[in-house]
């Protein structure tokens, strides 16, 4: 069975940091799937945050760029976003998704994704 867990979500501060985590089941070995971390706030759409490819390329979105970091560690299978700077607007859910390569900061092309993880960020 496949599966995603997120965690490392909470309530901070504007330009608090956070790092969130994503752990896979064993039928995902993230070395070979693409990782990505996606966010949906309330009322929105999911958007893709950042994706870590197969071939080591990485891409965040334009709204994050310079904050926030992908980053893996094959050996744990865990993938990590780790946020800094955070702003009222970052606000929303996050889930982290996997597919196989290569990947992109669309949705549509995801096919396993977590429950998700709640961050919060007051002003």
């Known amino acids: 069975q496949v599966q995603l867990v997120e965690s490392g979500g909470g309530s901070v501060q504007a330009g608090e940091s956070l790092r969130l985590s994503c752990t896979t089941s064993e039928t995902i070995y993230i070395g070979t799937y693409s990782m990505a971390w996606f966010r949906q706030a309330p009322g929105k759409e999911r958007e893709g945050v950042a994706v870590?490819?197969?071939?080591?390329?990485?891409r965040v979105a334009d709204s994050v760029k310079g904050r926030f970091t992908i980053s893996k560690d094959n050996a744990k299978n865990t993938l990590y976003l780790q946020m800094l700077s955070l702003k009222p607007e970052d606000t929303a859910m996050y889930y982290c998704?996997?597919?196989?390569?290569?990947?992109?900061?669309?949705?549509?092309?995801?096919?396993?994704w977590g429950q998700g993880t709640q961050v919060t960020v007051s002003s």
């Open positions: 870590f490819d197969t071939d080591g390329t990485k």
């Open positions: 998704a996997a597919v196989s390569p290569p990947g992109s900061l669309n949705q549509r092309d995801y096919a396993y």
